[in-house]
Nanobody, 129 residues
């Protein structure tokens, strides 16, 4: 059973920064695609960024380019999401997710949340003044 746990959410003022972390259960880690998604009540889940730990490839949604950075440190079982210059529109529940290894690398994209098989419980990010 693959387990993911997000942390680092909280409240931040517009223009501020926040760093989220996604811990993937050690026994099932290895090279895999890990993605960050967000959702607000009443709206569909939106992709933010994805990362393939095997070679560090990263992919961003257009809305995330420039202010969000997804990263992974070799040897660690976590993937981080740095949010800079936070905007009120960034307020959402943020989820991390991973895919079964049977999925190809081409599916490791933020536009494809339906191709992610395992999800964390989410961490709330609130941007307000």
């Amino acid at each position: 059973q693959i387990q993911l746990a997000e942390s680092g959410g909280g409240s931040v003022q517009p223009g501020g920064s926040l760093r989220l972390s996604c811990e993937v259960s050690r026994s099932t880690y290895g090279a895999r695609c890990v993605g960050w998604f967000r959702q607000v009540p009443g709206k569909e889940r939106e992709g933010v960024a994805t990362l393939y730990t095997g070679d560090g490839s990263t992919y961003y949604a257009d809305s995330a380019e420039g202010r969000f950075t997804v990263s992974h440190e070799n040897g660690k079982n976590s993937v981080e999401l740095q949010i800079n210059s936070a905007e009120v529109a960034d307020t959402a529940m943020y989820y991390c997710a991973t895919q079964s290894r049977s999925r190809g690398l081409s599916s490791c994209r933020p536009a494809s949340p339906h191709l992610f098989d395992y999800w964390g419980q989410g961490t709330q990010v609130t941007v307000s003044s």
